[in-house]
Nanobody, 129 residues
Framework: QGQTVESGGGLAQPGGTLTLSCAASGFPFSNYNMGWFRQTPGNEREFVAAITRSPLKTYYIESVKGRFTISRDNAQNTVYLQMNSLKPEDTALYFC??????????????????????WGQGTQVTVSS
């Protein structure tokens, strides 16, 4: 079993910053790859970023490269998503989840939501002036 709980969402102005947190429990966190996804009404859940188990490689969707940073603290069983230069199109419900079987170099695997489980309830991010 495993559980994740997202927090840190809210309302931000365009150009603003938010940092999301995902607290994990019930599984050996450092052994898992972790990912952030987002979803808007009527759309599929979209990959945003992933961070692998050691050596902690990171992957991003093109639209957030240079603006978002994913990181993890294995001592705290937490993964973060720092979001800078926010845009209205970043508005979504953000989820974190884990995957175990993707190799650290398999980018397409990390982008595939079907490889993930232990989804949280999500945290809403709204970017608006």
């Amino acid at each position: 079993q495993g559980q994740t709980v997202e927090s840190g969402g809210g309302l931000a102005q365009p150009g603003g910053t938010l940092t999301l947190s995902c607290a994990a429990s019930g599984f050996p966190f450092s052994n898992y790859n972790m990912g952030w996804f987002r979803q808007t009404p009527g759309n599929e859940r979209e990959f945003v970023a992933a961070i692998t188990r050691s050596p902690l490689k990171t992957y991003y969707i093109e639209s957030v490269k240079g603006r978002f940073t994913i990181s993890r603290d294995n001592a705290q069983n937490t993964v973060y998503l720092q979001m800078n230069s926010l845009k209205p199109e970043d508005t979504a419900l953000y989820f974190c989840a884990r995957n175990y079987y993707c190799g650290v170099d398999n980018i397409e695997c990390h982008k595939n939501r079907l490889e993930y489980d232990a989804w949280g309830q999500g945290t809403q991010v709204t970017v608006s002036s």
